[in-house]
């Protein structure tokens, strides 16, 4: 089910009124059945997929809990680490390192395998695995309940795109007893209202704008078509489409949480104000570099081996990050590129500067040089190709002449900048707020903008389903 759907708008307040009207335990059952309907809206057979992944780790974890045996729980680990790991490549990269082998060797070494990626796989596959590592490492313990641990895989706000939550937060939240707070559930329709504005008028313009110069996955542009000024102008728009894309489901997820009473964590804080590309992982789709950096760069040895092995982590860590995204060698490219700007960044120890140390006009050339660092992998990102990326930045570096585009859109993003930098994303609905008064206005005119909204969609899916 999409967040950007009328389907969506009728379940969200269904489920909000039922599951206020239940008791405690029904309502987990009911939080359980409600998540997998969401899901079996876009599929079904697919759910079984969901529901095989709940079944292996809960039981891996509870035999890894159970046992006293260090060969025993590591033989389970290994068990439930490699189903996951089997399924995501087989469903995500198996046509990938197939075709790749098949470039090398003149041809493929087995046939294409015609799957879909079924959606969210990504996110509760890492969500899944960290609930099983944490109960190994002991900072977790393993619930004897299946139905709390499939309500934390499936828990329909942030089951298709995250963020990816972690058990020893969310788990406790399903016994608290929510209460249908008015200011509480005014602010989750307004962030609803929020994210639900940033996809349809803001990603979605600025999609449109990017597909006219990169084309699509599957018919993709020639550069060469283009001026630099056009295609530099495209790549600062992807930039703020996948930001505002991302965050917009994310804010969708938070809101629709908090209006039940569920406190899910912030996915993004301002990552275009960041002042070096440190910072900007901080900011950056925080659940997945957190999970990053605790169950793999870590585990790796962090920057506990000395430097050079740090930066060897560092590489293998986002190189692994960037194939997360999809099974291509650009996100590949894109994710070395993530590593070795964070090397860098180490090396000369630029990590270790505060922003608050920075003097104005320093922090300001600082966001400028990181923003436009990061538009560079964005390229990479969503260019198809390697070749075709490489044409794209040397047509922006030599200033190249061609064709340009319509520029009335680009207005979204001077927007989005005025916005970001103002910071009215976290504090306008707080503004409201603390005039009750109006409380009731709101509420008619947020429904009513999200009617709008919905009405007006032309892309109704967000890029991270992809993924």
Sequence with gaps: MLFNSVHFLIFLPVVTVIYFCLPPKPRRIFLLSASFYFYCVWSIKWSFLLVYTVIQDYTAARIIGSSSRPA??????????????LILGLFKYFN?????LGALLGSRPWPTLNLILPMG???YTFESMSYVIDVYRGTAKPTKSLLDFALFVTYFPHLVAGPIMRATTLMPQFYEDHKPEARRILSGVL????????????????????????????????????SGGTLLLATYAFAVQI????????????GAGRILGFQIMENFNSPYLAVSITDFWRRWHISLSTWLRDYLYIPLGGNRLGRVRTYINLLITMLLGGLWHGANWTFVIWGGLQGLYLSIERALGIHQRDSGQMSVMERWVRRLVTFHLVCLGWIFFRCPTFGQALQV????????NGQSMNLAPL?????????QTAKLRIDFHQIFLRRPVFSRWIVYASVGLFLIVLSTARSPEFIYFQF
């Design 121 to 123: 796989i990504s996110f």
């Design 411 to 419: 207005a979204c993003l001077a927007a989005l900048i005025a916005l």
């Design 243 to 254: 930001y505002c894309d991302f965050s917009a489901y994310s804010d969708i997820c938070i």
């Design 72 to 85: 025993v729980r590591k033989a389970v680990l290994g068990i439930s680490m490699g189903g996951n790991l």
């Design 96 to 100: 990938f390192f197939n075709g790749s």
């Design 393 to 400: 930045i040397w047509r922006i570096i030599t200033w190249s």
């Design 191 to 226: 962030l609803c209202v929020w994210g639900l504005f940033k996809k349809v008028f803001v990603a979605d313009p600025m999609g449109t704008l990017v597909q006219s110069v990169y084309g699509t996955a599957l018919h993709p542009l020639a550069p060469s078509g283009f």
